[in-house]
């Protein structure tokens, strides 16, 4: 009898994580890495982190595979909670000049501008903050993401558990000293029921700084008419 994934790559059984399915980037983090299908993050494909709240060092966590993308391709942060931390992204040796940074006014400005950046795919990565989204919006997403090659990860509350989603993968991510608690809750294999723990280097260029997260800044008012657009805080 011929296994699942002889048949067709995006069948596995239920007791195997799926293998040969999606392509995927390696995520940096040993113990992550072997509870993830193809050993890392799947790229043209929804992943969902969930958090009580931003800056808990969901962006550390991702750091590593960030830092494999190609210079050229920028990574795009659509609707973040904060202006990104310069400081921070620099001491990773990730190059701010990739930022694409992107703060919609309205709730679908949002979905559009994503789903365009999916479309598009000159981007490398794609991380989106969406705390209020619909499932329909969700799928609609994820259908743009398979026709790409980029590192999609939509960053939602840890509420968000509660509900359905289209996302092969998705995470709860709780704090922890040093690091996170990861808790897989979806995944294409059988069910992780213990959590993992991942540690996480510091996520600031100097003593002063350390403290905050990459994403620690208000961001700032918008420009009135005749004002230029403030820069990303430094």
């Not at 059984?13 to 799947?42: F, M, Y």
């Not at 590192?151 to 709860?172: G, I, K, M």
């Not at 922890?176 to 069910?191: E, M, N, Q, T």
Request: glycine share 6%.
């Amino acid at each position: 009898m011929q296994s699942p994934e002889r048949i067709h790559p995006a069948l596995w059984r239920a007791t195997q994580l799926a293998q040969g399915a999606a392509r995927s980037l390696p995520t940096g983090h040993a113990a992550l890495s072997a509870e993830l299908p193809d050993g890392g993050w799947p790229l043209g494909s929804l992943i969902e982190l969930l958090a009580p709240h931003p800056g808990i060092g969901e962006i550390r966590l991702l750091r590593p595979a960030l830092a494999q993308l190609e210079t050229r391709r920028p990574i795009a942060l659509v609707q973040p909670p904060h202006a990104p931390h310069i400081a921070s992204w620099m001491s990773w040796r990730l190059d701010p000049r990739q930022l694409l940074w992107v703060a919609p006014e309205k709730p679908a400005d949002t979905l559009w501008a994503a789903e365009q950046i999916l479309k598009n795919g000159s981007c490398g990565a794609l991380i989106c903050w969406l705390p209020r989204v619909r499932p329909e919006s969700l799928r609609r997403l994820h259908l743009a993401a398979q026709a790409s090659d980029l590192l999609f990860v939509a960053l939602r509350p840890s509420a968000a558990a509660q509900n359905a989603t289209p996302a092969p993968l998705r995470l709860a991510l709780a704090p922890a000293p040093g690091g996170l608690s990861v808790h897989i809750l979806k995944r294409r294999g059988p069910v992780c029921d213990k959590p993992l723990y991942i540690g996480l280097e510091p996520g600031a260029a100097s003593s002063s700084s350390s403290r905050h997260a990459p994403l620690d800044r208000r961001l700032p008012a918008l420009p009135a008419a005749g004002r230029p657009t403030p820069a990303l805080a430094a």
